[in-house]
């Protein structure tokens, strides 16, 4: 369940540079920058996509604003960073088990 991210990816014409232009915005007007070796410790949608590209290829950085998210490889093995952004909000894939309406209220209160 979820809804999957659609998005358009380009090319740049510097090598090893990918652009996704996604259907919606992750940082509003705010950029985000994520280097290899930076520690990504928040759970915001920006946060938890970098950390997800970085362990999908060799990326060298991601830099993310509104709805651009831009990806500098390290090689020319991009992984499958489609997958990667197309799943961002998919959380109940096969093998897990949706919570109950009583474990959902649960959490609320």
Do not use: C, W
Not at 11 to 35: C, D, Q, V, W
Not at 42 to 58: H, K, Q, T, Y
Not at 69 to 95: F, H, I, K, Q
């Amino acid at each position: 369940m979820g809804q999957p991210v659609t998005f358009l990816s380009t090319s740049s014409p510097k090598p090893g540079l990918i652009r996704f232009e996604l259907n919606r915005s992750l940082t509003g007007m705010g950029h985000e920058r994520y280097a290899a070796d930076d520690e990504i410790l928040g759970d915001r949608p920006p946060d938890v996509l970098a950390r997800r590209i970085f362990e999908a290829g060799s990326v060298a950085s991601v830099h993310i604003y509104g709805s651009m998210v831009t990806v500098s490889l390290a090689t020319n093995e991009p992984g499958d960073l489609e997958t990667v952004m197309r799943e961002l909000y998919t959380y109940y894939v096969p093998g897990v088990e949706i919570p109950s309406d009583e474990e959902l209220i649960a959490m609320v209160e």
